[in-house]
């Protein structure tokens, strides 16, 4: 890497004059601003907040046009958005208007403004379409950045500089090199081509109607009610009941009526609009008039989704439309959001609109428009509605917990998370036990997923059981088995747009059995005292799932079990399974009916492995009902599944209560023992922790062995191991001591 000085010899051979050969100075360039946002994030300079994740665009650059190329490092400057909570961009386009020959790239910050970048990369293409999908170079950064490596051709040059600190700024660009050709025809003039401008009108322009199409909505007899559902979150306060007249005045096609959704700047926001049009029409496109826009009442929606039905049975989802103008836009007299063409027959349409928190301190809008024919003839068939509700299991009375949980009741868990290796690490167990420990969670890895590697590794952990005196727990990974791929019995799949490749259908029975099921058997004949399943999913997509699964297996087997195979709900696809389920009222019976699936599949595998070790014990690791049905599956009232909660891993206990709480008002038989990581938390906290995790909890754990061994995970720094393996000792021994009385 060069330093800044070092850098100037090269690319300009002095920092105090630059060259006066720099393409740049002859090139036609644009800069445009982005910042790296988080859906709800209000966009500074915008004032309105982002509706997806990703790099936004910020206000427009403008300023004159030679900033970047006046050969001054202290003059003008092209400044990012000024805002701590992102990474930042300047990018800049160069046409050089003619081919060239690049030999060397630098670009600097405002000098003394101490604005480094963090990356800087280029792109050179000869064609402008070329350069997005042209190798990146990376700049040498130190200051400035500079390319100085083999030279590059082309007439196009992008330059992408990032940085996270609070702003960054840009005052020079020098493309060195030699000019191929004459300056090509039709090439812009020279300086900074100034942003294009956006036109919110046009943006919000309305498509053509289809010949012979009306606004269904405005026939006699079509009828309309609104609702404003309290969202319940973020402070939201609940909208006041929306009068018929006005709600009719909305398909009145006259003077715009505002109806308006409950309030709150940082709440989920929705207002539905039901529409009876009396009849089976052709529907091709629904219309939603934006309120006149006022910026100052913040009132708008960011999109709605459209449902159809024919007759009593099943919402069909059948398009989403987004508002394509930023909340802090408008136009006169307000605007219209256009749904996709939809070419349906239906009777009932509901639109749903939404409105994302602070993007809007309320939904309001002017009117909507159903755009369609009235058709002669048609038959629709409209499946009933049959919906079985799953079974929900009866608040299970608390009977005795068995006699062989009495070592957990009288002295609590006591456990060390080791590190695959640890197992012959005679000292370190040696340790465990004269520290007080009365368990180690044992990780496996490696050699110990194989076929031969399992049985042998369970026979040596048996043994620190005989030798050490210590009970060994097997945490077996889930989502990231390294015997059996994660998507090999089916995959798990969100619904919606995104698609998960490598993650395992939580109802993929062979996949538990084969991870979860075999290693336990094997673990309970060597003896071992039990097996949890750690589902942080290491291996996957993400590392949990983030709602219940619908591949076509779950769906399929959902709409036979619930919905008795109605061919409505069967012919649904991947991309609409989550709406349709949401538009149809049945999330929790969806979600109930996955648990209940998960608990099915465990039950099998606890009853296989009771049947050849009655007291082996079951549980997971993360946190509670971390996959919904763990509970229900490895426990019984009489036998709780072990939770090895990761919650307080930070010797934050704030939700632990609420945790213990919900596992008595939801009847789940598990016992929650809490971790306790000890890089943030220090040995004089230990027997503090340690003792409220086992006096509101059944125990507590230790993640982990790691930082007394290795150090690849070290403990916090300014501490002995020493010091730790002291303060385990205090715990324990202040543990027996408030056990006994
Ligand atoms: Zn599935």
Not at 438 to 466: C, E, Y
Not at 614 to 632: C, K, M, S, V, Y
Request: net charge neutral; with cysteine.
């Amino acid at each position: 890497m060069l330093s800044i000085a070092a850098l100037c010899l090269v690319v300009s051979g002095g920092c105090a004059r630059l060259r006066a050969d720099n393409l740049a100075a002859a090139a036609s360039y644009s800069v445009a601003l982005s910042g790296y946002i988080y859906p709800g994030q209000v966009i500074p300079g915008a004032g309105v907040a982002a509706i997806r994740e990703g790099y936004a665009d910020g206000p427009p650059w403008r300023d004159t046009s030679t900033a970047l190329t006046d050969g001054r490092r202290d003059g003008k400057a092209v400044q990012s958005w000024f805002w701590s909570n992102m990474t930042k961009r300047i990018t800049v386009r160069f046409d050089l208007r003619r081919s060239a020959r690049v030999t060397s790239l630098a670009v600097w910050p405002l000098a003394g403004s101490q604005t480094d970048f963090d990356r800087v990369e280029a792109h050179v293409s000869d064609t402008e379409a070329g350069l997005s999908a042209s190798a990146a170079i990376p700049l040498d950064v130190s200051g400035g950045a500079a390319y100085h490596g083999p030279p590059l051709t082309g007439r196009y040059v992008l330059l992408v500089c990032e940085s996270a600190k609070p702003w960054m700024s840009l005052s020079e660009v020098e493309i060195t090199g030699d000019p191929l050709g004459a300056i090509a025809a039709g090439a812009p003039p020279p300086g900074l081509v100034p942003p294009p401008v956006r036109d919110p009108r046009q943006l919000a322009e309305l498509p053509a109607r289809a010949r012979g199409a009306v606004d269904l909505a405005r026939k006699p007899g079509v009828r309309i009610a609104v609702s404003a559902p309290p969202t319940g979150n973020n402070g939201a306060t609940a909208g006041s009941p929306i009068p018929a007249g006005v709600a009719r005045a909305l398909i009145g096609g006259g003077h715009p009526q505002t109806v308006r959704s409950a309030d709150g700047f940082y709440a989920d926001k929705f207002l539905i609009l039901d529409l009876d049009l009396g009849g089976v029409r052709q529907v091709d496109r629904v219309i939603v008039r934006s309120a006149a826009s006022d910026p100052a009442k913040r009132s708008y929606f960011n999109g709605y989704r459209v449902s159809l039905k024919s007759s009593a049975g099943f919402w069909e989802p059948v398009g989403d439309a987004d508002n394509p103008l930023l909340p802090g836009e408008s136009v006169d007299g307000g605007y219209s959001v256009t749904s996709p063409s939809i070419e349906k027959p239906a009777r009932y349409v509901r639109v749903r609109l939404r409105c994302a928190p602070q993007s809007g301190d309320r939904i309001e809008i002017g009117g909507v428009e159903v755009w369609g024919r009235t058709i002669a003839g048609v038959v629709v068939q409209a499946s009933p509605r049959p919906v079985l509700k799953p079974r929900i299991s009866p608040a299970q009375p608390r009977g005795a917990v068995a006699s062989d949980y009495d070592w957990i009741l009288r002295d609590r868990i006591r456990a060390m998370y080791a590190m695959t290796g640890d197992e012959t690490n005679g000292a370190l167990l040696d340790r465990i036990t004269q520290s007080g420990f009365n368990t180690v969670l044992m990780h496996t890895m490696g050699a110990a997923h194989s076929a031969d590697g399992w049985p042998r590794m369970a026979q040596t952990l048996a043994k620190i059981q005989k030798q050490h005196g210590l009970r060994v727990i097997v945490s077996w990974p889930y989502g990231s088995d390294e015997r059996y791929a994660n998507a090999q019995f089916g995959e798990y799949q969100p619904g919606g747009k995104a698609r998960w490749t490598h993650a395992p259908c939580p109802l993929s029975a062979p996949y538990w059995n084969a991870v979860v099921g075999d290693r336990a058997e094997i673990a309970a004949r060597a003896g071992l005292t039990g097996l949890v399943v750690d589902v942080e999913m290491y291996g996957a997509d993400a590392t949990r799932y983030p709602g219940p699964c619908y591949c076509d297996d779950c769906w399929r087997r959902f709409v036979s079990a619930r919905l008795g195979g109605a061919p409505a709900a069967a012919k649904v696809d991947l991309d609409n399974r989550p709406a349709w389920i949401a538009e149809n009222g049945l999330e929790g019976d969806y979600a109930r009916w996955q648990a209940q699936g998960v608990s099915d599949i465990l039950r099998g595998i606890r009853k296989r492995v009771a049947a050849v070790a009655p007291h082996f014990l079951f549980g997971n690791l993360l946190d509670l009902e971390a996959i919904p049905g763990l509970a229900a599956g490895f426990g019984t009232p009489q036998r709780p599944a072990l939770v090895f909660s990761e919650t307080e891993y930070s010797g934050d206990f704030s939700k632990t209560s609420g945790q213990i709480a919900n596992i008595r008002t939801s009847a789940l038989p598990a016992l929650y023992i809490p971790g306790l990581w000890v890089k943030p938390i220090t040995p004089p906290q230990i027997p503090d922790l340690a003792a409220r995790a086992a006096g509101e909890g059944a125990g507590y754990w230790i993640w982990s062995a790691s930082a007394f061994t290795d150090g690849h995970y070290p403990h916090a720094s300014g501490y002995t191991n020493d010091e730790y393996w002291k303060a385990f000792r205090d715990a324990n021994n202040a543990l027996d001591t408030r056990l006994k009385h």
